[in-house]
């Protein structure tokens, strides 16, 4: 079973119709239980950083998610939900993200052209980098949806596969048994489904 954390700020109804349509055991929850009963976890997100931060804690599943993380449960970040695994983000101002993931989160419009809009929204190419159990059923140079303002820095050593958006956008990461897709799987058509289907398939101690 996979739980989807509900706290708020998610993309719920889309995630979990992919995950339904894979024929995957799903459970949208506000509830610690869930979390140690799943045999994986998803932490979606949009919206604004600052206000996701709160809502997860005022949530109380930081620290049955964390638990959950320790005992090597495998965990899924999904765009906010990716960014939150880092360290910190600098959306408007400076804010504490879960600390998972090595990194920061900042504004995209302070690394590319002025010619460039912000949010970067649409299909982009995305290339990897380093092999991953994730990533078992695509060859590279798929494309993926992205919706983001802020992109991951700083986070070289846990990149597995990236987007050219005249800087390397970070699009999926991993630190252990943490992942986060910058993209969003579930708007990616069938490439999003073939990861949603790899994280399925995830036991806990799942090695580099």
């Known amino acids: 079973m996979i739980a989807i954390i509900d706290y708020g700020v998610g993309n719920l109804f889309s995630l979990s119709s992919s995950l339904a349509h894979l024929g995957l055991e799903t459970v949208v929850t506000k509830n610690a239980e869930d979390l140690n009963c799943a045999d994986q976890i998803i932490l979606p997100g949009v919206g604004a950083f600052a206000d996701a931060a709160q809502k997860l804690r005022q949530s109380a599943l930081v620290e049955p998610l964390y638990e959950q993380v320790r005992s090597g449960k495998p965990l899924l970040g999904i765009c906010l939900g990716m960014q939150m695994l880092f360290e910190k983000s600098y959306e408007y101002g400076e804010h504490e993200g879960l600390g998972l993931i090595p990194g920061v989160v900042a504004p995209l419009k302070e ?28 060859s590279g140079g798929e494309y993926v949806y992205y919706v983001h303002s802020y ?10 596969a990236q987007s050219e958006y005249h ?10 048994n943490v992942w986060g897709c910058q993209f969003h799987p579930e708007k990616s058509g ?11 398939e995830l036991a806990g101690g799942e090695k580099e």
């Open 151 to 160: 992109y991951a820095k700083n986070c070289a050593p846990s990149v597995l």
């Open 111 to 138: 690394d590319i052209p002025a010619s460039l809009k912000v949010p970067h929204i649409g299909w982009n190419r995305l290339d990897i980098c380093k092999k991953d159990p994730l990533l078992r059923y695509l």
């Open 190 to 200: 069938p490439v999003g489904l073939s990861i949603l289907k790899a994280f399925s």
């Open 167 to 176: 800087v390397a956008v970070p699009g999926v990461v991993r630190n252990k």
